[in-house]
């Protein structure tokens, strides 16, 4: 199988011809493949052809430069004083400006006057030897108006018993005085402007059996109204009932 093989040259061809045939068909394989594009040449793609043969497009052309800037002349006006120094001008002016001098007001006053005093000197209500009159001291101001109460003021207990114009005493409960029972009833009452009783509450400690009779009393009580500020106000004391078997 592998006796004609090139590696060891055994088997070599000794034909001269066969080589010489090899290379004739190889040029004619050759030659067909360059003579046949020459011949049909209207078959080949010419757009393709034809961008292989032109040149390609030249480059742009580079942007235009931008317009140059206007150069802004700025004017300045000739120095006339340098370190305090006067200069000369460098060129003649064409105008010449004219300095004028305002006149000095004329002086007004009174012949004979104080230079430098006040208008009005000698008059009634100007100065009086050279010395201004005296100015009057300014009215005191107004005290504020004291400021209103409001709601029920409280007043201690004998405040309130000194205002009493009418006492009403409570009769002694029949079956307090069975059980023996005595005490103090004391009541927190609001007293209206005009005197009167209008709320009333029992405070705690009071005996039971004696609490109807204090309040029913009580309630019918008045009193002179109590003024503050030179007005009648509401007021919120303390009322106390003694009951006692003795």
């Known amino acids: 199988m592998f006796e004609q ?8 061809t000794k034909r001269p011809y066969t080589i010489l045939l090899s290379f004739a068909i190889q040029i004619v394989l050759i030659g067909i493949l360059v003579i046949i594009p020459l011949i ?20 742009p052309p580079p942007p235009p430069p931008p317009p140059p800037q206007a150069v802004k002349v700025v004017h300045t006006a000739p120095k006339q004083f340098v370190a305090n120094q006067l200069l000369a001008p460098k060129s003649v002016p064409q ?9 000095a007001p004329l002086a007004t006053g009174v012949i004979g006057g104080i230079p ?24 005191p101001a107004a005290p504020p108006p004291p400021p209103k109460p409001v709601g029920p003021q409280r007043v201690g207990g004998n405040v309130a018993a000194a205002k009493l114009i009418n006492k009403v005493m409570p ?9 023996r029972q005595q005490g103090t009833v004391r009541f927190e009452a609001t007293i209206s402007k005009d005197g009167r009783i209008e709320e009333l509450h029992v405070l705690p400690g ?6 109807e009779a204090a309040k029913a009393a009580v309630i019918q009580w008045r009193y002179s109204p109590t003024l503050l500020n030179g007005d009648p106000v509401e007021v919120l004391t303390t009322i106390d009932v003694n009951f006692s078997l003795q």
């Open 5 to 12: 093989t090139f590696v060891d040259g055994v088997g070599k």
């Open 171 to 179: 009769p002694y409960p029949p079956l307090a005085k069975m059980a």
């Open 116 to 139: 430098g005093g006040m208008p009005g000197a000698g008059m009634l209500g100007g100065m009086m030897n050279g010395l201004p009159a005296a100015v009057p001291p300014p009215k």
């Open 95 to 103: 105008h010449i400006l004219m300095v004028t001098e305002e006149e």
């Open 40 to 59: 049909y040449y209207e078959t080949m793609p010419g757009a393709q052809l034809s961008s292989f043969l032109v040149a390609p497009p030249p480059p």
């Open 206 to 211: 009071a005996p039971p059996l004696l609490i």
